[in-house]
C-alpha cells in the first residue's frame, strides 16, 4: 500500500508506503521533491543503496535519510517508508519538540541504524497500524492527525537514537551544541568551508568545538565539514550534467583547481576520473 496526503494551500506533501513491492523510487534534491524519510527495513537484513554506496540494513532496523539523498532498496516489500517535506512537518521550526535536527536529521553520525526493542517494535507496528487508518480516514482535520502521529514516531526514534549511541556519554547542552554544528553546516557547507567560521556563528571559539567532538570521540569539526562538501560534490558529478567548474563554483570553491585538489584528497581520486568510473 502506498498512501499520499498533500496540502496544496502550503505545498505540504506527506507519503508512507508499507508492504508495497514496487517502492523503489530515487529521491535527489535537485529531481524531485526534497523529502526527509524514515525506513523501517522490517524484513531480514538487506542491502540499501544511498547515493550508489551499499549499505547494510539489518533486520528490524530504521534508517534516516536527508532531503538530498537518493536511495533505493533491494527487496522494497519489507520495509515502511515515511516522507514528508518541510511544508508539512519543519523538524527545524519544531527542534523545541523534537529535538532531532542534528541528531535523527543531518546528523554528524551519518547513516547508523537504530535497533528497536521487543517492546518498542510493538508500538511501532501499532503505530504503522494507527497511521494507516489516519491516511484513510479524510476529513477537516487528517493533516492535523498526521503531524501528531509522524511527531510521535520522530520523537521516539530520537529518543533511542541517543539512548543507543550517545547514552548519557554527552550533556544535554554539549548535545545541544553538536546538533547545532550539524544544522549549520548542513544549510552553509557551500559557503562557509571552515571551522572558525561556524564557531564564529555559535559564538565559540574553533579550539572549543574541536575539543567538544574529541572528548565524546566523534570526528573533527572540519571533517565533518569537508565530509559534507564531498558528499554533495560526489551526488552531482553522479545525478547531475553538471561539468566539474560549475560543480565547483556551486560549492564555493574560487576556482575548478581548487575543488579538484579537495575531491582528490578526499576521495583518492580527481573529479574527472570519479565521474569516468561511474560510466564504466
Same mark, same amino acid.
Given at each position: 500500500?502506498?498512501?499520499?496526503?498533500?496540502? !496544496?494551500?502550503?505545498?505540504?506533501?506527506? %507519503?508512507?508506503?508499507?508492504?508495497?513491492?514496487?517502492?523503489?523510487?530515487?529521491?535527489?534534491?535537485?529531481?524531485?521533491?526534497?523529502? *526527509?524519510?524514515?525506513?523501517?527495513?522490517?524484513?531480514?537484513?538487506?542491502?540499501?543503496? +544511498?547515493?550508489?554506496?551499499?549499505?547494510?540494513?539489518?533486520?528490524?532496523?530504521?534508517?534516516? %535519510?536527508?532531503?538530498?539523498?537518493?536511495?533505493? *532498496?533491494?527487496? !522494497?516489500?519489507? +520495509?515502511? +517508508?515515511?516522507?514528508?517535506?518541510?511544508?508539512?512537518?519543519?523538524?527545524?521550526?519544531?527542534?523545541?519538540?523534537? @529535538?532531532?535536527?542534528? *541528531?535523527?536529521?543531518?546528523?554528524?553520525?551519518?547513516?547508523? !541504524?537504530?535497533?528497536?526493542?521487543?517492546?518498542?517494535?510493538?508500538?511501532?507496528? %501499532?503505530?504503522?497500524?494507527?497511521?494507516?487508518?489516519?491516511?484513510?480516514?479524510?476529513?477537516?482535520?487528517?493533516?492535523?492527525?498526521?503531524?501528531?502521529?509522524?511527531?510521535?514516531?520522530?520523537?521516539?526514534?530520537?529518543?533511542?537514537?541517543?539512548?543507543?549511541?550517545?547514552?548519557?556519554?554527552? @550533556?544535554?547542552?554539549?548535545?545541544?551544541?553538536?546538533?547545532? #554544528?550539524? +544544522? %549549520?553546516?548542513?544549510?552553509?557547507? /557551500?559557503?562557509?568551508?571552515?571551522?572558525?567560521?561556524?564557531?564564529?556563528?555559535?559564538?565559540?571559539?574553533?579550539?572549543?568545538?574541536?575539543?567538544?567532538?574529541?572528548?565524546?570521540?566523534?570526528?573533527?569539526?572540519?571533517?565533518?565539514?569537508?565530509?559534507?562538501?564531498? *558528499?554533495?560534490?560526489?551526488?552531482?558529478? =553522479?545525478?547531475? &550534467?553538471?561539468?566539474?567548474?560549475?560543480?565547483? #563554483? &556551486?560549492?564555493?570553491?574560487?576556482?575548478?583547481?581548487?575543488?579538484?585538489?579537495?575531491?582528490?584528497? =578526499?576521495?583518492?581520486?580527481? !573529479?574527472?576520473?570519479? /565521474?569516468?568510473?561511474?560510466?564504466?
Amino acid at each position: 500500500m502506498h498512501y499520499e496526503y498533500k496540502e !496544496p494551500a502550503v505545498g505540504g506533501q506527506f %507519503l508512507m508506503a508499507m508492504d508495497h513491492p514496487s517502492f523503489a523510487r530515487y529521491f535527489f534534491r535537485e529531481r524531485d521533491q526534497k523529502l *526527509l524519510a524514515i525506513v523501517w527495513n522490517r524484513g531480514r537484513a538487506q542491502t540499501i543503496t +544511498v547515493d550508489e554506496s551499499a549499505y547494510n540494513f539489518p533486520e528490524n532496523t530504521f534508517l534516516s %535519510l536527508n532531503v538530498s539523498h537518493s536511495f533505493r *532498496l533491494e527487496r !522494497p516489500a519489507d +520495509v515502511a +517508508v515515511w516522507q514528508f517535506n518541510r511544508e508539512f512537518y519543519c523538524i527545524l521550526d519544531h527542534d523545541q519538540e523534537v @529535538s532531532c535536527a542534528g *541528531l535523527l536529521f543531518y546528523g554528524w553520525r551519518g547513516l547508523e !541504524p537504530i535497533f528497536p526493542g521487543e517492546a518498542d517494535t510493538r508500538q511501532f507496528n %501499532l503505530l504503522a497500524l494507527v497511521f494507516r487508518e489516519e491516511f484513510e480516514t479524510q476529513d477537516n482535520i487528517q493533516g492535523e492527525m498526521l503531524r501528531v502521529l509522524l511527531k510521535r514516531l520522530i520523537i521516539k526514534l530520537t529518543r533511542l537514537a541517543k539512548k543507543q549511541y550517545l547514552d548519557n556519554a554527552i @550533556s544535554e547542552p554539549e548535545l545541544d551544541l553538536v546538533r547545532q #554544528f550539524s +544544522v %549549520l553546516v548542513e544549510n552553509n557547507y /557551500k559557503k562557509l568551508h571552515q571551522v572558525q567560521d561556524y564557531a564564529k556563528l555559535m559564538f565559540k571559539s574553533p579550539k572549543t568545538l574541536s575539543n567538544l567532538f574529541a572528548q565524546n570521540g566523534q570526528k573533527s569539526p572540519l571533517q565533518i565539514i569537508s565530509e559534507r562538501i564531498l *558528499l554533495e560534490g560526489k551526488r552531482q558529478l =553522479m545525478y547531475t &550534467d553538471r561539468s566539474g567548474s560549475e560543480i565547483a #563554483f &556551486d560549492l564555493g570553491f574560487e576556482e575548478p583547481a581548487h575543488f579538484s585538489r579537495f575531491f582528490k584528497k =578526499m576521495e583518492g581520486q580527481s !573529479p574527472s576520473d570519479f /565521474k569516468k568510473q561511474l560510466r564504466m
